[in-house]
């Protein structure tokens, strides 16, 4: 598919400029515990990120004609995220994104047992993980830092873990920078669990959508979404987005692996190594686009067809069946339990890093 990107003016010359930034008090959680709400403004983006659970609450990304629409999922306050226990919207996932299979792991010789909350799996950090908590933030240039302090012990992890998450608004990307240090062995792995629908939050499916994943080879998993272990090729099954793809062309076909839980929910093993391109997301109706990199190993891609209109967006209406995507950069599930993938441990004296990038534009 042939796709000229539109550099108009407004997109040259906002990425020399700085982004403005706002905060405003914005409630207190039922722990009376006071929560922030930034916002990021640029000529092209707006972006609103909040404390409880350092997420994104909103990014606001022009079209094709113009017009400008919220293009994550979201809700209106504090008291409607802390009401959903389960589809984590725009959070910061840890301390271990995904799964860890038995709820449980070994490492340097010691067993580990965290919290399940996902059958008998360990799922996003436990039933209090980093989603549920208030974290502490500073306007820094062009955006927000944000910290917390998880302590040894926490849902069953080892160590003392001090993370780091930095929000900066350059242009139209939206950077988000990781970091963490540790006081024991342990294991960490962060991400965004944003929910991306490119022709605005309130308008419905996303089937119609395309996506593109820089990946040739998926994990296939078992009925409770834990890697088998082998990955396999992309080539020929649902799972080959080589080329933009509308998201809904394969999502039904007769697929073991897609009748497992009635979708994508899978992680892919990136092509390359370093910053590199990751996914790119296209709504040909509105012409938006979304370009995502990363330093990460793999990404999740979930099609957020769980969801079934129990929650209401930040536009009143339902979030029902397939209202948005998850593009989750990050280390592989289970990662702990299977030597063979990329370690996702951190010793005293080391920093965790990981870097990814929201890139928005516009096509003709």
């Not at 725009?90 to 038995?102: L, Q």
């Not at 933009?244 to 190594?273: C, E, F, P, V, W």
């Not at 990814?356 to 516009?362: D, R, S």
Request: aromatic share 8%; glycine share 12%; proline share 7%.
């Amino acid at each position: 598919m042939k796709r000229t990107l539109l550099l108009t003016g407004l997109l040259l010359t906002t990425s020399l400029a700085h982004a403005a930034v706002n905060k405003v008090p914005w409630g207190k959680t039922k722990e009376g515990k006071p929560v922030e709400l930034f916002t990021l403004t640029d000529a092209a983006l707006t972006v609103r990120i909040t404390n409880y659970g350092a997420r994104i609450v909103s990014i606001v990304a022009p079209g094709r004609d113009g017009v400008k629409a919220d293009v994550v999922l979201g809700y209106k306050d504090v008291a409607a995220y802390e009401a959903d226990h389960t589809t984590y919207l725009g959070s910061t996932a840890g301390r271990y994104v995904n799964r860890i299979g038995h709820a449980g792991f070994t490492l340097e010789g010691q067993p580990a047992r965290l919290t399940p909350n996902d059958g008998a799996n360990t799922l996003h950090g436990g039933t209090d993980g980093f989603d549920r908590r208030v974290w502490t933030a500073t306007e820094v240039p062009n955006g927000v830092a944000m910290t917390l302090l998880s302590p040894d012990g926490d849902q069953g992890f080892p160590g003392a873990l001090t993370v780091h998450v930095r929000y900066t608004l350059e242009g139209s990307s939206l950077h988000i920078d990781f970091s963490g240090t540790t006081t024991k062995p342990t294991v960490v792995a962060l991400t965004n669990h944003s929910y991306f629908n490119l022709a605005g939050e309130h308008s419905g499916t996303i089937l119609n959508q395309q996506l593109r994943i820089n990946a040739s080879q998926y994990l296939p998993v078992d009925s409770n979404l834990i890697p088998l272990g082998p990955p396999a090729p992309v080539a020929g099954t649902p799972f080959d987005f080589g080329m933009l793809t509308a998201m809904g062309a394969r999502s039904h076909d007769n697929n073991r692996q897609l009748n497992l839980k009635g979708g994508y929910d899978h992680n892919y093993i990136l092509n390359g190594y370093g910053m590199r391109e990751a996914a790119e997301m296209v709504d040909p109706a509105s012409g938006r686009t979304l370009t995502i990199s990363t330093t990460e190993p793999g990404i999740q891609f979930y099609g957020g067809h769980t969801l079934h209109g129990e929650f209401t967006g930040l536009t009143g209406k339902p979030y029902e069946k397939d209202p948005g995507i998850c593009l989750e950069t990050q280390h592989f599930p289970d990662s702990p339990n299977e030597p063979t993938y990329p370690s996702t441990e951190l010793k005293p004296g080391e920093t965790y890093r990981s870097s990814t990038v929201f890139a928005f534009g516009v096509m003709k």
